[in-house]
């Protein structure tokens, strides 16, 4: 312990309880050790990583694609601690959406990679992806994946079976749940469970691959929205990274949506999934539910409707064959990347309306791990009509997912001018990252301007 030279944590945002762990033991150990603290910015963290991971680094300015289970953003970097948000979700995240629609399809999962990961190996399977999700918001600069995840919702009630009979227990009233969703609601969610449990595998599969198809889309199509955006504002960006958990995504690194919105959204693109599990279940399906044990730490427990409506669903996912399974997740897989490829190209237009030429596209957070995702936006840079494209990095997958390298990487810069925070810091559970430039140190904001 005496080697060390400093504590870095995250400062924010993040959830309260999280980030107050955190930093309880942060100070504790700087006050124990007589070691200078510095609080970090957890967005910040993961746009900067592949400052540390690539060789040679991405130049600034550089576009930023961050898209995680908690966040899905457009970055325009200026410096270090210079960002400017060219478009974020007006609902959901992609990374939260690949986790939902996993979840509907009862994607087998483990420890090792998340429900979302899991999504992506699973659509691989797909016999087909020919299940059409659409792009929210085309040409705006925003992203959108509840209609992605309704969609998906939609397509498994339409294969439900119109006999069947979904039940649910006669369960006490819970005083402790002031609005609990109607009966109707959990019926449609049992009819949803009972189809997708007699779905086949490749049914299943094909759902994935379509969303899967349909989120990264929407990723591709926001980036060149974004990079036109940065032309406007009189900006290249030198570089495009893509962070966060979802930048493992394999289809998303092959490739890069409200189309034509510098948003992003996939709340809708959840629903469509649930909505396409619940059409295959079968109308005669008889759904059942157990009688729980009540648990006090429930503040809000879901209502017997809503809880029918999940067990429809879960059984409906059960009786589909395994290519079905892998079809609406290929189908789900295709719509999401799709969306972030469309916006990546309304935020290329941005910056060059900012006056900026970003010479970098980063993408970064869980989800630049999809292999899938990484494929769509290597074809979207070659395709792109300028003499001087953008350099497309990615950081290492088990790097675009939340860890402590990044966190360290970020606090060095600080450490370094001597910028440290006080023992007494707070965390900051909401916190832009646009405000970093005004918060930040003269002495620091001189280092970071290359």
Not at 143 to 164: C, E, Q, T, W
Not at 203 to 215: G, L, T, Y
């Amino acid at each position: 312990m005496t080697s060390i030279d400093g504590i870095a944590f995250t400062r924010g945002p993040g959830m309260p309880g999280c980030l107050s762990i955190g930093a309880v033991a942060a100070r504790a150990l700087a006050a124990a050790l007589n070691k200078p603290l510095v609080g970090v910015h957890h967005m910040q963290a993961h746009a900067l990583t592949a400052l540390y991971t690539s060789q040679p680094a991405p130049k600034f300015p550089f576009l930023t694609l961050l898209v995680s289970g908690g966040h899905t953003l457009l970055l325009l970097a200026r410096s270090r601690s210079d960002f400017t948000i060219l478009a974020t979700t007006d609902d959901e995240s992609i990374g939260n959406a690949f986790d939902r629609v996993a979840k509907l399809l009862d994607v087998p999962w483990s420890n090792n990679h998340s429900a979302g990961a899991s999504l992506e190996r699973f659509a691989e399977g797909a016999s087909s992806s020919n299940i059409h999700f659409s792009i929210p918001s085309p040409g705006k600069l925003v992203f959108s994946y509840s209609g992605l995840v309704s969609a998906v919702r939609s397509h498994i009630l339409k294969r439900s079976d119109p006999n069947m009979v979904v039940r649910l227990p006669n369960l006490p009233p819970n005083p402790a749940v002031k609005h609990p969703p109607t009966p109707e609601r959990e019926l449609v969610r049992e009819r949803m469970r009972i189809t997708v449990v007699k779905m086949s595998l490749d049914e299943r599969m094909n759902i994935a691959a379509s969303f899967q198809k349909a989120a990264i889309g929407q990723l591709e199509e926001k980036l060149k929205l974004g990079l036109k955006k940065c032309m406007r504002l009189g900006v290249e960006p030198r570089s495009i990274v893509v962070s966060g958990g979802v930048a493992s995504n394999s289809y998303l690194r092959a490739s890069i949506p409200a189309p034509g919105k510098l948003a992003f959204s996939y709340s809708g693109l959840i629903s469509a999934v649930r909505s396409h599990i619940l059409k295959c279940s079968d109308p005669d399906m008889i759904v059942k539910l157990p009688d729980p044990p009540s648990n006090p730490a429930v503040k809000h427990p879901p209502t017997p409707e809503r809880e029918l409506v999940r067990e429809r669903m879960r059984l409906t996912v059960a009786r589909m064959s395994l290519d079905e399974r892998k079809s609406i997740a290929a189908s789900f897989q295709k719509a999401a990347i799709g969306q972030l490829e469309e916006k990546l190209k309304l935020g290329l237009k941005r910056c060059m309306q900012l006056g900026v030429n970003p010479g970098s596209i980063v993408v970064s957070g869980g989800v630049a791990s999809n292999s899938y995702l990484r494929a769509r936006l290597k074809s979207l840079v070659e395709d792109m009509e300028t003499e001087l494209k953008p350099t497309l990095v990615f950081p290492p997958p088990h790097l675009c997912t939340d860890n402590a390298v990044m966190i360290a990487w970020t606090s060095l810069e600080r450490f370094m001018a001597q910028d440290h925070d006080k023992l007494d810091i707070r965390v900051r559970p909401v916190w832009s990252i646009e405000d970093l430039k005004a918060e930040s140190s003269p002495v620091t904001m001189l280092n970071s301007i290359e």
